[in-house]
């Protein structure tokens, strides 16, 4: 089913800018994802590396620029966008999950809906996955009897659901408890394994060291830094990175 | 009466018990209507006589209640969708709709499909239960599109978002997702208009559908007994505004998936 061999752009964005208001948040852009590759976006509150993930999948428009994910042009096109938006997974800091619909019918919605998968297959599937997360046994639950991480792995379900080519992570850990941020972590590690392409918007630095093969610094709309972890953690040149992984790690 | 759920077996769950609820007061609604002259022929002098009369008012104003309650369910998620719409004509004609006929009296209203109305479009000559219909439904509409636009408007962000980034239509997201949760929103809302329509649909009687309020002040009128006439049609609307009330609380918990109601 892949155009794109590993290794290749699965993903690359052009000289992409984006304004809310007066505030240009996205400035001139340009960067690719590979096909099978973990980036890691990390960066202070503000600086647009969640609205960068965000435009990847057309949840937020850009002003200007182009951005390609595995050949379809995004853009305001609504064949392309449903077509776009099957083949990219998103994960939310907040979960998202459809609070009316058990844990069962949160996975097998999309692809019932979108893939028009058969009922029972689509059934199947998702008992798989929800194996995979170690949510099996909480099929038939809805989402207010679960802990937040919990929700968030049946979250990773659901999007794995449709099969996506590249799998968006906003902040997943970001909204949990402690305890439960290892859970989440440790489902994404098992997925980056696995040869999934992710591209991970987070603060943890754990995460982005042992699991990223790739780190962007992003830092007032532009991407200051694109450096494999090692370099970037072990020998960081920057002062002002070197100032930010400072406080983000004491 | 809000403690019928608690007659349930313990061992049934919510959602049974919620059902069980439903099909009760639903079944108990009919046999009011089918059976409510039998009891009442017993009771003394003017209602005994008049019996008849009471039970086939009531059914009038059940028809009129249920008819233009399912009419201005249609047109209240029509004109929520209007509001709530990208298209500027669309929002202009359901705000006018709104505007319209939440701004004037049902009573006139009523008096204006039925005796205006004609005038204006030869066509729309309509009978009076016809007419009365078609009033209180487009009334209860327009109270009710602002329900289910507050509903629609609650629905959080994420949830569309989520729904969209899965690759879900515009059709399925408001399908399986914005309507099914803003309809919850707005369920008690609706159900509050709905009650109020029953009790509305009293209005019918200045263009003389004979419900059970017009049946009521005729039998005063002839018997000149006014207490024991408005005291037995208080206690008919009473008897169905409770039942309702005891349906919608059952609809309430049959979809509260999130555990909010103790």
């Known amino acids: 089913m892949s155009a794109v061999a590993p290794g290749s752009p699965l993903i690359t964005v052009q000289k992409v800018n984006k304004h809310f208001g007066p505030a240009h948040v996205l400035k001139d852009v340009t960067t690719h994802f590979n096909a099978g590759e973990v980036a890691v976006i990390i960066g202070a509150s503000g600086s647009g590396k969640s609205t960068l993930l965000r435009t990847l999948n057309r949840l937020e428009t850009h002003d200007s620029g182009t951005i390609i994910v595995d050949g379809i042009t995004v853009d305001d096109n609504h064949k392309h966008l449903d077509q776009l938006r099957a083949e990219v997974g998103m994960v939310f800091q907040q979960f998202n999950l459809f609070p009316h619909l058990t844990v069962l019918d949160n996975v097998t919605l999309a692809p019932r809906r979108v893939r028009k998968t058969a009922r029972e297959a689509a059934r199947a599937q998702a008992l798989e996955l929800l194996d995979r997360v170690g949510m099996k046994a909480h099929a038939h639950k809805h989402p207010f009897q679960l802990s937040g991480g919990q929700q968030q792995r049946v979250a990773i379900a659901r999007s794995l659901a449709m099969q996506p080519r590249v799998l968006l992570f906003d902040e997943p850990t970001s909204a949990l408890d402690p305890e439960m941020v290892k859970e989440v972590l440790d489902v994404m590690k098992q997925l980056a394994t696995s040869g999934m392409t992710m591209i991970v918007v987070t603060h943890e630095m754990g995460f982005a060291r042992e699991v990223g093969d790739r780190i962007l610094f992003f830092d007032k709309g532009c991407i200051a830094q694109d450096a494999p972890p090692d370099a970037f953690f072990g020998n960081q040149q920057d002062p002002r990175i070197r100032a930010f992984l400072g406080h983000i790690q004491h | ?262």
């Open chain 2, 1 to 262: 009466m809000q403690r019928v759920l608690s007659l349930w077996p313990a061992s049934w769950g919510r959602q049974q018990r919620s059902t069980a609820t439903m099909i009760t007061a639903g079944v108990v609604i009919l046999l009011v209507l089918w059976l409510m002259a039998k009891p009442l022929s017993y009771a003394p002098e003017p209602i005994g006589p008049n019996a008849q009369a009471f039970a086939e008012g009531t059914r009038v104003t059940v028809e009129l209640t249920v008819i233009a309650g399912v009419a201005g369910l249609f047109l209240g998620v029509l004109a929520a969708l209007g509001k709530i719409s990208r298209v500027p004509p669309l929002r202009w004609v359901a705000s006018l709709y709104v505007w319209i006929f939440r701004g004037t009296p049902l009573l006139l209203q009523v008096l204006f499909v039925f005796f205006a109305l004609p005038e204006i479009i030869p066509k729309l000559k309509l009978d009076e239960f016809s007419a009365a219909a078609l009033a209180l439904g487009l009334n209860v509409g327009a109270y009710n599109a602002e329900a289910i636009r507050a509903g629609l408007l609650a629905v959080p962000k994420g949830q569309i978002e989520a729904a969209r980034s899965l690759g879900l239509s515009r059709w399925y997201t408001f399908v399986d997702i914005t309507f099914p949760q803003a309809f919850k929103i707005s369920l008690p809302p609706l159900v509050n208009n709905i009650v109020s329509l029953l009790k509305d649909s009293s209005l019918a009687y200045v263009i003389g559908v004979v419900e059970v309020s017009l049946v009521s002040t005729r039998i005063q009128a002839a018997t000149f007994q006014p207490v024991p006439c408005y005291v037995t049609t208080g206690c008919i609307y009473l008897l169905m505004t409770t039942l309702m009330t005891q349906i919608s609380n059952a609809v309430e918990r049959r979809f509260d998936h999130e555990g909010k109601l103790a």
